[in-house]
């Protein structure tokens, strides 16, 4: 914990804590999502920049939590994960205006752009990162005001079935960032959001069948694969999950038959 000056802010969960050296541009905004931040670190002479909510390491999506609590010229003397007792300043920024204001089709291009950049993480086997990409462009989609009642087929140029066919992928692929870190239960609660706006995904009912596979759900993942299968018939890996499923099923029978047979000896 920081202790040399007052503590002035520190994030809810603790993990972020500043103290204000010298204080900024007062009466000024503080950078939000898409603004373009020029920053020094450690009183160094060149300048770093990165894009709030287009972060692309852990390290600055730290910095970036930071800057968004501090007003042009503020050096502050900051606390992150991985990250003690450096000073940070925010040199100056560009807005990019709040969320709130943004076109429905700039938060679906933004969108579009943290999915495309994620699938490249995926490829690398960096979930890690893919997953908040995807987390991000989700925030921009889910931001779009709808009306529930009478929702519109067209808003601001963009059709809802495009939203609808990003937001499921996007769903889908988080399904597969916490497949990868053995987050089942993470795996059915996404797979579910994504079947709440495409009923007859194949992507999700599959992913759903293996994650219970792999919580030991076999009853249930053997209705999800057999759903696939309904679907695509030549679906060679829910055939193969089929089989193994069959199996566990016939171990599980066996071992509580033998348990029966030890009750009554």
């Given at each position: ?9 520190r ?30 670190i ?28 501090m007003?042009?010229?503020e ?59 995807y ?20 808003v ?7 939203l ?19 987050e ?66 016939k ?11 030890k009750?009554?000896?």
């Amino acid at each position: 914990m920081l202790t040399t000056l007052q503590l002035n802010w520190r994030s809810p969960d603790g993990r972020f804590e500043k103290q204000i050296i010298k204080r900024g541009v007062a009466g000024t905004n503080k950078p939000t999502e898409r603004a373009k931040c020029a920053y020094l670190i450690n009183d160094t002479k060149n300048k770093s920049e990165l894009i709030i909510g287009f972060e692309n390491s852990d390290f600055e999506r730290n910095i970036s939590i930071l800057l968004q609590t501090m007003c042009t010229g503020e050096v502050s003397q900051c606390k992150a994960p991985h990250n003690d007792n450096f000073k940070l300043k925010l040199v100056e920024f560009q807005s990019a205006g709040m969320i709130y204001e943004w076109p429905a089709g700039v938060k679906h291009n933004l969108a579009q752009e943290l999915k495309t950049a994620g699938n490249a993480n995926v490829k690398k086997d960096e979930f890690n990162e893919a997953g908040y990409k995807y987390r991000k462009a989700l925030k921009y989609l889910l931001s779009i005001p709808m009306d529930v009642e009478h929702p519109p087929s067209v808003v601001d140029g963009v059709t809802i079935a495009e939203l609808t066919e990003l937001k499921v992928a996007l769903y889908n692929n988080l399904a597969l960032c916490a497949f990868k870190s053995r987050e089942y239960d993470r795996v059915l609660r996404l797979c579910e959001k994504c079947l709440d706006l495409d009923t007859r995904n194949v992507k999700a009912t599959y992913k759903i069948g293996e994650s219970h596979y792999f919580l030991g759900n076999y009853e249930l993942a053997m209705s999800s694969f057999k759903e696939v299968l309904n679907r695509e018939p030549h679906n060679r890996a829910a055939f193969d999950y089929v089989q193994m499923v069959q199996g566990k099923i016939k171990e599980e029978k066996i071992k509580y038959n033998e348990i029966v047979k030890k009750m009554f000896r």
